[in-house]
């Protein structure tokens, strides 16, 4: 298995919604991350997760919650987001947050709309 | 601190044609370097990548680049363009120096090609 699968691919929620992103790969992988993507703009890094501790946040506002229950999954749990956090999430993950020269691998993103 | 330039937000090339993007980093240090593909709606997906081996390194899709240490270049070529390329392209950069490390994107490139 050479993915990471991210569920759901589309998710609309309102202000007012709590709702869950989440990540899944099964390549021994011992960092993943979430990036978000505006529409035509590079991705942001938000959290970085090392051995299932978090390792870097971005600044990224407590609306935004992440969690990581195992090595092979990550969530994102979302609560009172407003319209401009509607983007692209991005899960990846990498051998671990120190051995970059392997490269990420990405998941196919959730587009989230926050109506 | 690492960083990349990609010169040309949209690039045009007809089927058949040589594809040429066009990316600049910044380093203190031997960088590792990255190219992504994102086609519309999906997760990135890695081309290739330089982490001081070969200069000229192979990827996938019939895409290569080369590390030009002198010119702090990392440029992506195809001989031959598909229509199948058409797709957004993000060069990235990281290095061992960073600690808990993150990859550093460029502001991507558009890939149109023209039947």
């Known amino acids: 298995d050479t993915e990471v699968t991210q569920t759901p691919k589309h998710l609309v929620m309102g202000m007012t919604n709590k709702k869950s992103l989440k990540c899944e790969q099964h390549?021994?992988?011992?960092?993943m991350y979430w990036y978000k993507q505006k529409a035509k703009k590079p991705p942001e890094l938000m959290f970085v997760y090392s051995y299932e501790k978090l390792s870097i946040n971005e600044s990224v506002p407590s609306r935004f919650s992440p969690e990581c229950p195992n090595s092979s999954l990550l969530n994102l749990h979302l609560h009172a987001l407003q319209p401009e956090d509607s983007a692209l999430y991005l899960c990846?993950?990498?051998?671990?947050?120190?051995?970059?020269?392997?490269?990420?691998?990405f998941g196919s993103g959730t587009r989230l709309t926050v109506v | 601190a690492q960083s990349v330039t990609q010169l040309g937000s949209h690039v045009s090339v007809s089927e058949g044609a040589l594809v040429l993007l066009r990316c600049n980093y910044s380093?203190?240090?031997?960088?590792?370097l990255f190219w992504y593909v994102q086609y519309p709606n999906q997760g990135l997906q890695l081309l290739l990548k330089?982490?001081?081996?070969?200069?000229l390194v192979k990827g996938i899709n019939g895409f290569e680049a080369e590390f030009k240490k002198s010119e702090t270049s990392f440029h992506l070529t195809k001989p031959s363009a598909h229509m199948s390329d058409a797709a957004e392209y993000f060069c990235a950069v990281s290095d061992d120096q960073t600690g808990a490390n993150n990859l550093f994107f460029g502001t991507g490139t558009r890939l149109t090609v023209i039947p």
């Open positions: 380093s203190s240090v031997p960088p590792y």
């Open positions: 990846a993950s990498s051998q671990d947050d120190r051995r970059i020269n392997y490269g990420y691998t």
């Open positions: 390549m021994g992988h011992r960092a």
């Open positions: 330089y982490t001081s081996a070969a200069t």
